[in-house]
C-alpha cells in the first residue's frame, strides 16, 4: 500500500519561501505520477504543480515562475518549493501520486490520483 507524509508547511510572510516535502513508501516513486493539490477553506481543490514519469512538469498559471515542483527518486520524495509567497497561497496542501503505468496527462485531474497525503498547512499573511 502506497503511503504519503507531506511536511514542510508553516507560517510565513508575503514575500517568503517554504519547501514542502512527501515521503512516498510502498512504491518507487520514479515509477509514479505526482502532484501537489491544495484546498483553500470554502474553496474547490486545485492542481498546483505536476510531475510525470519523464520529469515533465506542468503549473497553474498562479504559481509560475514562483513554485518549482522536484522529486528525489533516491530519497523516494518528492519536494515542491514555494518563493515570493502571496496570501492567495494559503491553503491545505496534499501530495497526490498515480502509481498506474499509464499515468502520464494525469495533470491536475484529481480523480487520476490514487494515492493521497494527510495534507500540510501552508499560511501566508499579508
Known amino acids: 500500500q502506497v503511503q504519503l507524509v507531506e511536511s514542510g508547511g508553516g507560517s510565513v510572510q508575503a514575500g517568503g519561501s517554504l519547501r514542502l516535502s512527501c515521503v512516498v513508501s510502498g512504491d518507487n516513486i520514479s515509477r509514479s505520477c505526482m502532484a501537489w493539490f491544495r484546498q483553500a477553506p470554502g474553496k474547490r481543490r486545485e492542481g498546483v504543480a505536476a510531475?510525470?514519469?519523464?520529469?515533465?512538469?506542468s503549473y497553474i498559471d498562479s504559481v509560475k515562475g514562483r513554485f518549482t515542483i522536484s522529486r528525489d527518486n533516491a530519497k523516494n520524495t518528492l519536494f515542491l518549493q514555494m518563493d515570493r509567497l502571496k496570501p492567495e497561497d494559503t491553503a491545505m496542501y496534499y501530495c497526490a501520486a498515480n502509481t498506474g503505468l499509464f499515468c502520464a496527462g494525469s495533470g491536475f485531474a484529481s480523480d487520476r490520483y490514487n494515492a493521497w497525503g494527510q495534507g500540510t498547512q501552508v499560511t501566508v499573511s499579508s
Open positions: 510531475v510525470n514519469k519523464d520529469s515533465s512538469t
